[in-house]
């Protein structure tokens, strides 16, 4: 039972479905594998143990019945402490809401568990889901499974940092500035940010979201596969009426041109050689695999990046001064810079802002009509060595803006793991940034499969 834990999602569906393994066993060996890995890492910060059990004990109750346990029967999963799930607090990393506790599941978790996912724990986040990095005054300091010296990415690293540990096959994530990309990039994994409207979201425990977070924050998956990437998608993005905003539309979508667009620097980014050396190789790949790569210019990410910043800040500022209530240091730093980037908006500052969103989102359709998919880089760089955006901000910031260039249109894009790289802080995962047309995840994980498949796979970190 002990190796159990190392299966993909795809293999323990399968051999639960089968009843060739039972899911208390699936369950009971990655709750084992928390207490083997967690200890060096963080990354899980509350255990469920007991209703893990018996959510697996119900998934081997409907096998045996032969009824249909669901296409995630007896996977383990983690999900983010920033959604709600029944009887558990939505910390969002954050002591002020410590007793935050959920009256009922938000619609992601509510999939998941229909799917027949067994959740195993809650992972940690940055404060306010603010950061690249993953610290907070209430859960700690989340590390990289691969690299102690590395981020693990935020604000979903502890989400990224537990799968690569092996603890779940799928990572449940939120991605509004790189929250899903940027962890799977950094701790060797692949992960996916879905179009806006895609997977429906709604946290009961608090007030709806502002139009900013409504446009921009998605919930997304992050795993060691593609194919575990896909089952995940697939549960994820049942319909739910609680969020008015989800589109119900299948995961596969039809046929398209196997054209693609490579961008190395977009807009004058800084991309490193290592850096520059995955873009490529992710080309290569692709090509190999039939695909027509040409290098082009990307659409503008510069200015939407500016306006995500303006209404996410907008929305934060809204809420009155909860960043000094809060008191966590390093929220109060890196708010403190992200206001030296974006002042305090008019209303008709915030109103030309969502304006503008419509030009630039035309702008980027009109650009994947004809190659459907965009290789970019995750960041301009590696990954930061850790809490790197305490003492250089603007570093991060700059190398981030492909991150946070793309979340203003609400276009799907996806991290994709292509092996590793040396540099001073050590051996550093490295990965490329695929984009394609607004729900059109289909494309991302037909290019992801094909690049997978020419290359070094995501495997498990021995922290």
Same mark, same amino acid.
């Given at each position: ?18 009843? +060739? ?8 060996? =990655?709750? &084992? ?17 007991? +209703? &893990? ?20 029967? @007896? ?144 919930? @997304? ?56 050396? =995955? ?119 700059? =190398? ?45 994980? &037909? ?17």
């Amino acid at each position: 039972m002990s190796a159990l834990w190392r299966l993909s999602a795809e293999e323990t569906a399968a051999r639960v479905r089968s009843g +060739e393994v039972k899911a208390r066993d699936m369950a009971e060996a =990655a709750l &084992a594998r928390i207490d083997e890995a967690n200890p060096q890492i963080n990354a899980v910060v509350l255990r469920i143990d007991a +209703e &893990a059990l018996e959510a697996a004990d119900a998934v081997d109750e409907a096998v045996k019945a032969g009824r249909d346990p669901g296409p995630l029967a @007896g996977v383990p999963v983690t999900t983010k402490e920033n959604v709600d799930q029944t009887g558990l607090p939505t910390t969002n990393g954050l002591r002020m809401q410590a007793g935050l506790v959920a009256a009922e599941d938000n619609p992601v978790v509510a999939n998941l568990r229909r799917a027949g996912a067994v959740i195993v724990g809650r992972t940690n986040t940055p404060a306010f889901s603010l950061r690249w990095f993953t610290r907070n005054s209430l859960r700690g300091w989340t590390k990289n499974p691969w690299n102690p010296a590395l981020t693990p990415g935020g604000s979903s690293g502890g989400a990224a940092s537990a799968t690569a540990a092996g603890i779940g096959a799928i990572g449940h994530g939120t991605d509004i500035a790189g929250s899903v990309r940027y962890p799977a990039y950094a701790c060797g994994l692949h992960g996916i940010r879905p179009t806006q409207g895609r997977v429906a979201a709604f946290n009961p425990s608090g007030a709806d979201r502002h139009i900013g977070a409504q446009l921009m924050a998605v919930s @997304g998956p992050k795993a060691r596969s593609v194919a575990d990437l896909r089952l995940a998608m697939e549960a994820m993005i049942a319909p739910d009426l609680r969020d008015p905003w989800h589109v119900p539309l299948p995961l596969a979508m039809g046929d398209f041109p196997k054209r693609a667009a490579l961008c190395v620097n977009p807009e004058g980014l800084a991309t490193t050689p290592q850096v520059e050396a =995955a873009l490529r190789d992710t080309a290569a790949r692709l090509r190999d695999a039939g695909w027509d790569v040409a290098e082009a210019e990307a659409p503008p990410l510069r200015e939407p990046a500016r306006l995500q910043l303006r209404l996410w800040l907008a929305e934060m500022r809204r809420a009155g001064p909860i960043v000094e209530k809060e008191g966590d240091r390093d929220a109060l730093h890196t708010f403190a810079e992200m206001e030296k980037i974006c002042p305090e908006p008019s209303l008709f500052d915030v109103m030309d802002a969502l304006q503008a969103r419509l030009a630039f989102l035309r702008q980027w359709q009109m650009f994947l009509q004809d190659r459907p998919l965009l290789i970019l880089p995750v960041s301009a760089e590696p990954p930061f060595p850790d809490q790197l955006d305490q003492t250089d901000f603007a570093r991060c910031y700059e =190398a981030m803006l492909p991150q946070c260039g793309l979340p203003l249109m609400g276009v799907p894009a996806a991290s994709v793991f292509t092996g590793f790289c040396d540099m001073e802080a050590g051996r550093a995962p490295i990965g490329a940034q695929l984009v394609a047309p607004r729900f059109r995840e289909d494309i991302l994980l &037909a290019a992801m499969a094909a690049i997978e498949a020419r290359g070094e796979k995501p495997g498990i970190a021995e922290p």
